[in-house]
């Protein structure tokens, strides 16, 4: 069997964990688990390693997980916490450019929030190469042996991706789950899904609404991300049944190979 690893590059909502200037308990935690940077993710296989979102923390985590070259970039929407990290690229796009994929209204909000990257400069200001191709929900792509493949999910008012790739499905920012979309996430070896804190909100799913997603959809282990100051990782612990586990920053996950 093919192996799939997926490293939780961050796992925090888009202000980060330790909100600057907040004195709450969580903030203040010296539990290493309660810090978490904005919500984006790696995968490998054969040899491949795509990014899903370059978080504004992405030089930091592209650091920490020692993470050298990229095969492709993949963005959930065009949200500052999943796309302001864009630029930090440049490092890993010196040679060649680098493919990044979108739903249409995602690449149109990237090209005009970094329009520079598109424009003619001058020479030498090195600045990061990206490729970028608009992917429709029912389109799928292979970076060399690997599918990847758009779950369209609605956070908020806007529909925006989850991707799965393999047995590896990641939805970070949703509040529902379109009927359809549910086909794309059987057979699932682990789910990364956004839960935002128990208290309920308009544009994601409350810890009790993903562990519902969780139960509808069966994946063989399910991982929380995009967690706020609002709930610490003791909390989601005991808040979450077996084979469900609240994620934490450099997390690193693999299917039985
Ligand atoms: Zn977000
Ligand atoms: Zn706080
Ligand atoms: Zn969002």
Redesign the pocket.
Known sequence: MIQYQITLLGTGTSIG???PG???????SKDRRNRRSRSSALIESSGKRILIDTSPEFRLQALAAGIDSLDAVFWTHGHADHLHGLDDLRALTWKKPLPGYASKETADEIVTRFDYLWKNTQRGGAKAKVDLKSLAPDESIDIGPLKVIPIPVIHGNQSVYGWRCGPVAYITDASEIPEESYALLEDLKILVVGALRFKAHSTHFTVERALKEIKKIRPERAYLTHIS??VSHRQLVRATPSAVYPGRDGLRLRTPG
Request: charged share 35%; aromatic share 0%; net charge positive.
């Open positions: 964990i330790p909100v907040c004195r709450c308990r969580v903030c203040r100051h609002e």
